[in-house]
């Protein structure tokens, strides 16, 4: 594994004291999250935050829940770097039963990560940060048929995500990467990449199909765009248009254990809105089944099919980043939100589990009271939107 970039400066923060320093009254905005579910039924949840936008300074969030998502910690683990920025978490149960928790960070540019190694622990113990590759991971890593973990981690064509033009001249080789481990994530291969038309900030996710070969799902301008890998992930296709549609936001697919595809995606949007999950019983080909989740104004979900049965999601509303006062922060919703359903649920398009909820809130800012009172002082709102 290629550690040049790994320096040793401590990223990762568990202590109480420093805590409390990252309580829902100490952020102004929150988004972008992920979800993980333990074999006992414990939920994590992993957002960022810090300062009053996507900049540096931001940082990574970490709370949980042990009863089912009813009600959830203040943060339990902090990931941030002085004078850089950490963002773009994610969370994933690999096939030991470890919790990965992975994100970015600027200005060097790197994937780390940090392992839990018994999430269901009392006492929860971190292991040491480490890199991973370069540069973002959106979205959750797969375990292939062959036991290899595929992690699908892009460098973005542009919006690169430090506030300069610096990173571009760095980088010649741009796409949606493909690193492979064979180890356990002891070491990391990297395989080869996508390039598909249009691509916008990437958040890739990767399918093993029935026939064994791999197809990559790209975020583009005109929705989802596609790829085909036939030798495991060394190779790529040309790209090809899913049909999917979306208003170039994150989605999240996954195969689950029915065999069916779970697609959770914008469904007959006019921007952000219609949140659904839909499910295909002929490998993406079509999407028969659906349950709307959310019509409001939402974005970027992530999901995880837990022991239990039950499919959790998670998703932001109104982040309360980019936005020109407090007036207008306090006025939004700043929520981080989940749902707990089930295939049945979504074939029916109703719930249909007694035990499944929709809108459930797991995080919301009220109030602040944070130790800049005037943290719009210096804002240039021209320079940078929203991803």
């Not at 100490?26 to 992993?46: A, D, H």
């Not at 959830?72 to 978490?89: A, L, Q, T």
């Not at 989605?251 to 007959?268: C, Q, Y």
């Not at 919703?333 to 074939?347: C, F, G, M, S, Y």
Request: proline share 3%; net charge negative.
């Amino acid at each position: 594994m290629d550690i040049s970039l790994l320096e040793e400066t401590i990223m990762l923060y568990t202590e109480t004291k420093e805590l409390q320093k990252y309580r829902a009254s100490k952020r102004l905005w929150q988004g972008i999250p992920s979800i993980e579910v333990t074999k006992r039924g414990r939920i994590f949840l992993t957002f960022y935050s810090g300062g009053v936008k996507e900049e540096i300074g931001n940082y990574v969030i970490v709370i949980k829940s042990d009863d089912g998502g009813n009600h959830f910690s203040e943060p339990i683990v902090i990931v941030k770097e002085d004078n850089g920025r950490c963002f773009d978490p994610c969370l994933w149960i690999d096939s030991l039963g470890e919790l990965w928790l992975t994100w970015a960070k600027c200005p060097d540019d790197g994937l780390y990560a940090s392992v839990c190694r018994d999430p269901d622990a009392e006492e929860l113990v971190w292991g040491e940060e480490f890199l991973v590759g370069h540069n973002v991971m959106m979205n959750k890593p797969i375990v292939v048929k062959s036991g290899e973990w595929l992690f699908p981690i892009a460098v973005w064509n542009d919006g690169i995500r430090v506030l300069s033009e610096e990173y571009d001249t760095k980088i010649t080789e741009k796409g949606s990467f493909v690193y492979a481990t064979n180890d356990c994530g002891k070491t990391f291969q990297k395989l080869g990449f996508a390039d598909v038309k249009d691509r916008h900030y990437d958040e890739h996710m990767i399918l093993e199909m029935k026939d064994g070969s791999l197809r990559m799902f790209v975020r583009t301008k005109y929705g989802i765009g596609a790829s085909n890998s036939y030798d495991g992930g060394r190779s790529w296709s040309k790209d090809f248009d899913t049909g999917y549609g979306g208003p170039c936001s994150r989605f999240h697919i996954t195969r689950l254990r029915s065999g069916r595809i779970l697609l959770i995606n914008h469904f007959k949007f006019s921007g952000r809105n219609n949140l659904t999950a839909m499910l295909s019983e002929d490998e993406g080909k079509t999407f028969p089944y659906k349950l709307l989740l959310d019509e409001r104004e939402v974005s970027y979900p992530d999901a995880k099919e837990a022991d239990d049965g039950f499919i959790y999601v998670t998703y932001d509303r109104e982040r309360g980043s980019y936005l020109s006062n407090m007036k207008e922060v306090m006025a939004s919703a700043r929520e981080i939100l989940i749902a707990k359903i089930t295939e049945e649920d979504i074939i029916s398009g109703s719930l249909a589990n007694t035990n499944s909820y929709l809108k459930k809130i797991a995080s919301k800012l009220t109030d602040y009271d944070g130790e800049d009172k005037d943290p719009f002082h210096e804002l240039d709102f021209d320079k940078t939107k929203s991803v």
